[in-house]
Antibody, heavy 117, light 106 residues
Framework: QVQLQESGPGLVKPSQTLSLTCSVS??????????WTWIRQPAGKGLEWIGH???????NYNPSLQSRVTISADTSNNQFSLRLTSVTAADTAVYYC?????????WGQGTLVIVSS | EIVLTQSPGTLSLSPGEGATLSCRAS???????LAWYQQKPGQAPRLLIN???SRATGVPDRFSGSGSGTDFTLTISRLEPEDFAVYFC????????FGQGTKVEI
């Protein structure tokens, strides 16, 4: 059973960089079975796929965020991370990490990130 | 980008009743690559259905998915109290996008 746990700052200032980490247990980020994914959800709204990375080197991002997003894996710590640059209030959301390929059976509990000065 | 439109926005029903949720795509979803999720307040989404009609592990058989092309349906045959939640569809035929959700309330 894959388990995921997000961590990172809950408050980020506008124009700065949002950085989150997802710790993985029950699977290895080296596994070819999973694409390691970030998804977000503004309060009271729908879900938005941010992007994913795979051990093969295949990383793919939402075109609307592509210029600001990097998702990478840290095999030594069995984690993967999200970096989102130049944030604005519109980036305020609950951020989920997830594992799967094209759909996601495994999710973290989510972490709220507020963008505010 | 494929836009998914879910209807209705809210469905008011009672336990024991059946529910029919719709997800319509702005263009045909390749190979019926469509999934359904359930989300309860304060929780992460839970995968129910993939490939339009394949139930995920542990999902009760009162949940069923159907459809193809641009029109997909999630049916809950008899609502249990724990089924009152928000349901999202998601396509993975062309990148990945979600519908805006349908709330099933008592």
């Amino acid at each position: 059973q894959v388990q995921l746990q997000e961590s990172g700052p809950g408050l980020v200032k506008p124009s700065q960089t949002l950085s989150l980490t997802c710790s993985v247990s029950g699977a290895s980020v080296n596994s070819i079975a999973y694409y390691w994914t970030w998804i977000r959800q503004p309060a009271g709204k729908g879900l938005e796929w941010i992007g994913h990375t795979h051990i093969s080197g295949d990383s793919n991002y939402n075109p609307s965020l592509q210029s600001r997003v990097t998702i990478s894996a840290d095999t030594s710590n069995n984690q993967f991370s999200l970096r989102l640059t130049s944030v604005t209030a519109a980036d305020t959301a609950v951020y989920y990490c997830a594992a799967g390929r094209d759909f996601w059976p495994y999710w973290g509990q989510g972490t709220l990130v507020i963008v505010s000065s | 980008e494929i836009v998914l439109t879910q209807s209705p926005g809210t469905l008011s029903l009672s336990p024991g009743e059946g529910a029919t949720l719709s997800c319509r795509a702005s263009q045909s979803v390749r190979s019926n690559y469509l999934a359904w999720y359930q989300q309860k307040p304060g929780q992460a989404p839970r995968l129910l259905i993939n490939r339009a009609s394949s139930r995920a592990t542990g999902v009760p058989d009162r949940f069923s998915g159907s459809g193809s092309g641009t029109d997909f349906t999630l049916t809950i045959s008899r609502l249990e109290p724990e089924d009152f939640a928000v349901y999202f569809c998601q396509q993975y035929g062309d990148s990945r996008t979600f519908g805006q959700g349908t709330k099933v309330e008592i």
